[in-house]
Nanobody, 125 residues
Framework: QVQLVESGGGLVQSGGSLRLSCKAS????????VGWVRQAPGKEREGVQC????????YYTDALKGRFTISRDNAKNMVYLRMNNLMPEDTGVYYC??????????????????WGQGTQVTVSS
């Protein structure tokens, strides 16, 4: 089973940018669908974006489509989430998640078999 470790979170001012990284070990990430899921304080987890093994991208929130971009580097066994024009409502824990069994991204953005520990993103106003 693949193991996932996120990095790149931190404190940023409103309007700033961050790039989150998800490093995989134990298997070849290229064979997995990989998604980013976030959880704001006091709220349920929500799917952000997902990239299939064929590099098809699923967007779960239209409001983020123009500001967030998921990508993968198969040579490095990594997936990234570039976040631009960050807003205070983007504050939360961001998780990288992956699944080998799906050929397409999960409809609800939450059904994955492997999860990272999460990285905190805090956006100040």
């Amino acid at each position: 089973q693949v193991q996932l470790v996120e990095s790149g979170g931190g404190l940023v001012q409103s309007g700033g940018s961050l790039r989150l990284s998800c490093k995989a070990s134990g298997d070849i990430l290229e064979h997995y669908i990989v998604g980013w899921v976030r959880q704001a304080p006091g709220k349920e987890r929500e799917g952000v974006q997902c990239i299939s093994s064929g590099d098809s991208i699923t967007y779960y929130t239209d409001a983020l489509k123009g500001r967030f971009t998921i990508s993968r580097d198969n040579a490095k066994n990594m997936v990234y989430l570039r976040m631009n024009n960050l807003m205070p409502e983007d504050t939360g824990v961001y998780y990288c998640a992956a699944d080998f069994g799906w050929s397409t991204c999960p409809p609800n953005g939450l059904e994955y078999e492997a999860w990272g520990q999460g990285t905190q993103v805090t956006v100040s106003s």
